[in-house]
């Protein structure tokens, strides 16, 4: 075997037990199969039918087309970060969002690595360089918060820049905060199983294969670590004035629809309609590293 595919087939630690997975076999493993949908604690056994979600989701879209209008009329700014493991339905969430609003208007900023001169910056100034101007929703598909989770565990940041982040990050975020910008974070979480169940499926699907990057092979014997850097991230960047939400995120339609009912929730939009919108899915969505805990 060589040591490319020594690579994309692995032993794993799950939950106490060793398991192999090898993500080119077409066949997903039964215990996958079976565990994916309920994996880290996910209160539902069932999708959300399609039918209902699509009910609700439109009335969500036609709300967020009213958020628009009124930031083209205000000039109100909104930050909205998408953060989460690969493969947790950050880019749907995304698209669910921006799907009926103004691209001019509502941006997508997902950053390459750093350029070398970028490297040679002030940390933060690359994200900043994206920040919204009056009338403007920015939308990050990963941001400056890959030095809390992706940098650490891939050794692309020494452990003081990490520590330093952890830090400096609730005096950064002060300041767009300060500024008037609505700024929300969302961390989107999945359990083990669903992640190999996603890779699995990009893997197989020439639609969805070119969403398996490298990096999410070489993470996969890599989830404690990512675990122990995810509770860290929301310990020390969680705040008052830059909070983060958490997303259970194993069923893709409910975690779209109580992220943008949390979004419509808190601006202060013109002609909102509390109706539409409806009641957020309180054992979907929580706030801060507190709603991770069983």
């Not at 609003?101 to 002030?122: D, Y």
């Not at 990512?226 to 983060?244: C, F, G, I, V």
């Not at 979004?263 to 979907?284: C, F, H, S, V």
Request: charged share 30%.
């Amino acid at each position: 075997m060589s040591k490319k595919q020594a690579d994309r087939s692995v032993d794993l630690e799950i939950n106490g037990h060793k398991r192999h997975f090898d993500i080119d076999d077409p066949d997903l493993p039964g215990w996958v199969t079976k565990n994916a949908f309920t994996s880290e604690n996910y209160p539902y056994e069932e999708k959300l039918d399609r039918d209902d979600y699509n009910e609700q989701i439109r009335a969500l879209q036609i709300e967020l087309v009213k958020v628009q209008a009124w930031q083209q009329k205000t000039g109100e700014r909104v930050i909205i970060v998408f953060e989460g493991r690969d493969a947790a339905g950050k880019g749907g969430s995304i698209a669910a969002t921006r799907a009926y609003m103004n691209p001019r208007m509502v941006r997508i900023v997902a950053l390459p690595k750093p350029t070398e001169r970028e490297r040679g910056q002030w940390y933060y100034q690359r994200y900043v360089d994206h920040f919204p101007t009056s009338g403007e929703m920015v939308l990050f598909d990963r941001s400056w918060y890959n030095r809390a989770g992706v940098e650490p565990v891939m050794g692309f940041c020494t452990p003081e820049q990490h520590e330093r982040f952890l830090g400096e990050t609730p005096d950064f975020e002060h300041m767009p905060v300060r500024e008037g910008i609505h700024l929300f974070k969302f961390w989107l979480n999945i359990g083990q199983e669903m992640q190999l169940k996603r890779f699995h499926d990009r893997r197989h699907n020439p639609l969805k294969v070119w969403k398996l990057s490298p990096m999410d092979i070489a993470s996969l014997q890599k989830w404690g670590d990512y675990t122990q850097k995810r509770d860290l991230m929301l310990e020390h960047t969680h705040s008052n004035h830059a909070p983060w939400t958490v997303v259970r995120a194993n069923d893709k339609r409910r975690a779209r629809l109580n992220l943008i009912r949390h979004l419509l929730t808190r601006l202060p939009y013109e002609g909102k309609d509390a109706g539409a919108i409806g009641k957020i899915d309180e054992r979907i969505l929580g706030s801060g590293p507190g709603f991770l805990v069983d």
